[in-house]
């Protein structure tokens, strides 16, 4: 990992780190080992197998994987991760695939998200009995009785107050 010295190795253990400095833009396929930080902007599909954070002036826009994500400046496209953690002042404009999402206040989400599949952790004989103590007979309409068939397919969230 020496700057001038070209042969010398990381040493053993530790992380390897990537610095996209402001001003520097990337392109393309990308592959990444170790932990990663974005001041520029990448565009292109993203394959990093750590985290990845965006700084306040940093760009990730295509389709981007990775463990953990956190951003403070701009992530737009496809996202599939562990956890996606947005930051005051970040924005994220996807369509993004993670088991979990934290938005700070200041934070913007626009887009949609779903769980990885198979959903881990989830019974699905549980989720179909804690679905039924969720279920209200209508009288009128005995097929309205699903309090989830009232709620929007989508949903916007925004820091802004």
Same mark, same amino acid.
Request: charged residues 25%; hydrophobic residues 30%; negative net charge.
């Given at each position: 990992?020496?700057?001038?010295?070209?042969?010398?190795?990381?040493?053993? $253990? =530790?992380?390897?780190?990537?610095? &996209?400095?402001?001003?520097? %833009? *990337?392109? #393309? @396929?990308?592959k990444i080992?170790?932990?990663?930080?974005?001041?520029?902007?990448?565009?292109?599909?993203?394959?990093?197998?750590?985290?990845?954070?965006?700084?306040?002036?940093?760009?990730?826009? $295509? =389709?981007?994987?990775?463990?953990? &994500?956190?951003?403070?400046? %701009? *992530?737009? #496209? @496809?996202?599939?991760?562990?956890?996606?953690?947005?930051e005051?002042?970040?924005?994220?404009?996807?369509?993004?695939?993670?088991?979990?999402?934290?938005?700070?206040?200041?934070?913007?989400?626009? $887009?949609?998200?779903?769980?990885?599949?198979?959903?881990?952790?989830?019974?699905?004989?549980?989720?179909?009995?804690?679905?039924?103590?969720?279920?209200?007979?209508?009288?009128?309409?005995?097929?309205?009785?699903?309090?989830?068939?009232?709620?929007?397919?989508?949903?916007?969230?925004?820091?802004?107050?």
């Amino acid at each position: 990992m020496g700057i001038l010295n070209r042969n010398v190795p990381p040493k053993p $253990g =530790r992380a390897t780190v990537s610095i &996209i400095a402001k001003g520097n %833009s *990337l392109s #393309g @396929e990308i592959k990444i080992n170790g932990k990663t930080h974005v001041d520029g902007s990448i565009h292109g599909h993203i394959l990093a197998e750590e985290d990845i954070s965006i700084g306040r002036y940093g760009l990730l826009k $295509g =389709r981007i994987r990775g463990k953990r &994500i956190f951003v403070s400046g %701009s *992530l737009e #496209g @496809e996202v599939i991760c562990d956890h996606l953690f947005i930051e005051p002042g970040g924005q994220v404009h996807a369509q993004v695939c993670c088991g979990d999402m934290k938005i700070d206040q200041g934070g913007v989400f626009v $887009g949609e998200r779903t769980l990885p599949e198979p959903m881990q952790g989830i019974n699905t004989l549980e989720l179909s009995e804690q679905r039924s103590e969720h279920m209200i007979e209508h009288p009128e309409n005995p097929d309205q009785g699903d309090v989830f068939s009232s709620l929007p397919e989508r949903i916007t969230l925004s820091g802004k107050s």
